[in-house]
């Protein structure tokens, strides 16, 4: 059983000109693709995506950015629940703005929302985390995850912020983030 609990309810959510803001990660990690592991074998990058208890194809974690944190903060939190993985966010990839049947209710009654998407890089896969019981966590290669991403937004995200961010920087062998995050106030509604 996992002593974590996920955080639930709009009460504490962030809206901003008629969007609910929304923060999330693509998580990966490095995978070294023959036995050796050492600094000169190859590395291929995987992408970390779950289910959606709500319906068919693969998601990248994300949820609500609550009053009481950084949007950094909100992403993090996110991966921890929805994929119970641990990490560190690595690159800021962006907005991204979509619009959601299921989160239409009497504080965004147009289902709007603004997502702020991070990647992260994991270094701990817990054996528990607050979803497991209606979340199930896929590692994929960046091709077969862009296939079987329900949202299109976020095949935005994973191939035009993540992919290209890391096809120009040796992030198998760096530890250094690249690029700053955004602030904590995301300064307009429209994507990038």
């Known amino acids: 059983m996992c002593d974590l609990v996920a955080r639930t309810g709009r009460l504490q959510q962030r809206y901003e000109a008629g969007y609910r803001l929304v923060a999330g990660c693509i998580p990966f990690r490095c995978k070294h693709l023959d036995e050796s592991s050492d600094d000169t074998s190859e590395k291929a990058v995987?992408?970390?995506?779950?289910?959606?208890?709500?319906?068919?194809?693969?998601l990248f974690p994300k949820g609500g950015w609550e009053n009481d944190e950084t949007v950094e903060e909100a992403a993090v939190r996110e991966a921890l629940e929805e994929a119970g993985v641990r990490g560190v966010l690595m690159k800021f990839l962006g907005h991204y703005n979509f619009k959601s049947k299921t989160h239409e209710d009497k504080f965004n009654p147009e289902g709007l929302c603004k997502?702020?998407?991070?990647?992260?890089l994991v270094n701990e896969e817990l054996d528990s985390w607050p979803e497991q019981s209606t979340r199930e966590r896929r590692w994929l290669s960046v091709p077969e995850a862009a296939e079987l991403c329900r949202h299109s937004w976020m095949k935005d995200a994973l191939e035009n912020g993540f992919a290209e961010w890391y096809s120009?920087?040796?992030i198998m062998n760096s530890g250094e983030e690249d690029g700053q995050p955004p602030t904590s106030e995301p300064s307009s509604p429209e994507h990038k």
């Open 46 to 58: 995987e992408v970390l995506m779950i289910n959606s208890p709500s319906g068919p194809g693969l």
């Open 115 to 120: 997502a702020a998407m991070f990647a992260l």
């Open 168 to 170: 120009k920087k040796d």
